[in-house]
Every structure is written in structure tokens, then in C-alpha cells.
């Protein structure tokens, strides 16, 4: 240990595999004042990180990686355990985690939580008070029953990426709205979810004001409705729907205003596409694919600047003669197939 300690300009150090390995003495880690970069691995008699672990007063620590480690907790419930600088804290396959450290999200410099495969994990921290957290995924932590209500109350955090995958016991999101700063909504194979984020006020979570441009829900199978107020996503330029059995129709408002991507597959109970799709003239690529319900072509037509079509597997759909697909001048690639037959120009992209 003494020879190890003494590489002070040391930056980033991997523990993995290490046996017996119960803690680490805080001179230890003090040792290493240039140390930036940790990772812990396969230490499965590593029953937690306190400040025994020498981590409490690192202050060059800013990103920590775990994964496949038995222990329980992180830290102590005390803010003082905490490495001050820390910037991501990635966990992965800590099948007995139940807890994040509860003061973790108000370290001024901490902007990146990742969380997978921790099945045991039953809450995140709050996030009432000031934070700077950007990135969050959560990936598949079946425990999980609720986000926390800060996410969707809290007007100090300038979250950009959100990404809930494989949550089974996520049933609906807190009320309140969605951060303003948020770039890019992922939500994925939530079996028991049955509505997306909305908002109890007059003003819909799904507002002009939002940043959002990337909304993707897929393998929600309880999901049957989409928010009523999609159309107010303004900045909103891809859309995907898959796998949502339950999704009947899109909202009576339509589609944003200025969608670029727009791509539903799988919904085998969806039976009309969006109001007014021909006025999304900003809408290039249009994918449909095995909606097997899906019957009428969208009345008023398809937007006229659409460059990429794809049609596959609707075969209760209006046959493509009835498209007025000539009218469509900048469309390029285009492949639709149904009831066994098929319609195609240049090779498709999808």
C-alpha cells in the first residue's frame, strides 16, 4: 500500500477484483492528491464507501465509477462524506444498493447521475433544493416506484438529459413540469407506466418555453393516451413512438410546430395518425411501421417538403394510389409495403 500511495501525480486508479478489501484507510487516498478519476469493481466484500474510505476530504476526486460491488451504501446519511468536487457518479449491477447518498445532488459540481441495473434501489434523492445535475439515467431498476417530485418542481435544476429505461414499477411521473432546460426525454420498457409527464396547471408541462428536442417512449405498454399539449413543444424536431399497445390516437392539437423526425412503430391499436400532418412543413422523415389498426390515410395529405417515407406492415391501411404521391416534390426515398406488396424508390434509409 505504501508504495502504491506514493504516486502522488496519479489521476485515475481502478480497484477490481481485489479480495478481501473491506475499507481503505483515509491516508491512503490522501496520498494521491492529483487523483481526479476512480474506479471500484468486483469488490464484493466492499461493504460501503464512507469517510473510513478516505473519500470525505479527497477534494480532487470528480468522477466515480462502481460496479458489481455488494455493498449497501454509498456513504454515511451525513453531507460531510461527500467528495466536494465530485462531477458523475456512475453505478452499475450493485444488486444489493437501496440508497443514493441524499446530499449527493446539491454538490455544486456535480452534474451527472447514472444508474443501472441496481434492482434493489427503491427512491432517489430529493431534488427540492438548488442543483446543478444535467444528466440522469435511470436503467433498469425494477424497485423503483416514483421519481422524486423535485424533477418536475423544481425551477433551479437545469437538467438536460433524462433517460428512464426498464423502471417496471414506474407507474406515472411526479405533477409539476418539466425542466425547461430539458433537451432530450427518453422512456423506455416501463411496463406499468400509463401516462407521461403532464401538468395540473393551466399551462401544460409541454410548453413553448421548453427546450425539449428529442422525445422517445418505447415498450410502455400501458401508456394509451400521449400528452394533450404536445403541440406546444415548439423546439421539439424528433419524435419516436414504439411498442406502446395501448396508444389509440395522437392528440387533438396534432404534432409540434416544427418537427424534422417523426417515427411510430409497433402501436397495433393506433387507428388514425396525427390532425393536420400536412401542415408540418418542416416534417422530412416520416416512418410508419406495423401499426396493424391504422386504416385512412392522414386527411389534407402528407407535408409537402417530406424527403424520406417509410410505410411497412400497416396492411389495413388506403393502398398508396390514393397518396397523391406526386405531389410530394422534394420526396426521395420512399419504400411502402402492404398486404404483400410493395411500392419503392431509390433504396430506403430505414
Given at each position: ?31 494521491f ?8 469493481a ?27 460491488c ?68 435511470i ?56 401516462v ?119 396492411n ?23 398486404d404483400?406488396h410493395r ?7 430505414i
Open positions: 500500500m505504501n508504495s502504491v500511495a506514493d504516486l502522488v501525480s496519479l489521476e485515475k486508479l481502478r480497484l477490481d477484483k481485489i479480495l478481501n478489501l473491506k475499507c481503505m484507510p483515509s491516508e491512503f487516498f490522501h496520498s492528491t492529483a487523483l481526479c478519476d476512480l474506479q471500484v468486483n469488490c464484493d466484500e466492499l461493504m460501503v464507501l464512507s469517510d473510513q474510505f478516505g473519500l470525505a476530504h479527497h477534494t480532487c476526486i470528480r468522477r466515480l465509477t462502481i460496479s458489481k455488494s455493498f449497501r451504501f454509498l456513504w454515511p446519511e451525513k453531507e460531510e462524506a461527500l467528495p466536494h468536487l465530485l462531477e458523475c457518479l456512475e453505478i452499475s449491477y450493485c444488486y444489493n444498493l437501496v440508497q443514493i447518498p441524499p446530499g449527493i445532488l446539491s454538490l455544486k459540481s456535480f452534474k451527472t447521475l447514472n444508474i443501472n441495473n441496481c434492482p434493489k434501489l427503491s427512491s432517489l434523492p430529493e431534488m427540492n433544493s438548488p442543483s446543478n445535475l444535467r444528466h440522469l439515467e436503467k433498469e431498476c425494477q424497485a423503483l416506484p416514483f421519481l422524486p417530485d423535485g424533477l418536475m418542481r423544481n425551477e433551479n435544476l437545469p437538467l438536460e438529459l433524462l433517460v428512464i429505461d426498464s423502471c417496471s414499477s414506474l407507474e406515472s411521473f411526479p405533477d409539476g413540469d418539466l425542466p425547461v432546460t430539458l433537451h432530450h426525454l427518453q422512456i423506455s420498457n416501463c411496463s406499468k407506466l400509463n407521461l409527464p403532464t401538468s395540473n396547471s393551466s399551462a401544460s408541462s409541454y410548453n413553448s418555453s421548453s427546450s425539449l428536442k428529442v422525445l422517445e417512449v418505447c415498450d410502455c405498454i400501458m401508456l394509451s393516451s400521449l400528452p394533450d399539449h404536445l403541440h406546444n413543444f415548439i423546439h421539439l424536431d424528433k419524435l419516436l413512438i414504439s411498442n406502446c399497445l395501448r396508444l389509440v390516437s395522437f392528440p387533438d392539437g396534432g404534432l409540434p410546430p416544427n418537427l424534422m423526425s417523426l417515427s411510430i412503430s409497433d402501436c397495433h391499436n393506433l387507428r388514425e395518425l396525427p390532425d393536420q400532418l400536412y401542415n408540418i412543413t418542416s416534417l422530412q422523415e416520416l416512418t410508419i411501421r406495423n401499426c396493424n389498426s391504422l386504416r385512412s390515410y392522414p386527411e389534407g395529405g402528407l407535408p409537402t417538403n417530406l424527403r424520406i417515407l417509410n410505410v411497412i406492415g400497416c389495413l391501411l388506403e393502398p398508396p394510389s390514393r397518396w397523391d404521391l406526386y405531389k410530394l416534390s422534394s420526396l426521395g426515398d420512399y419504400l411502402i409495403t402492404y404483400r411500392l419503392s424508390s431509390r433504396p430506403s434509409h
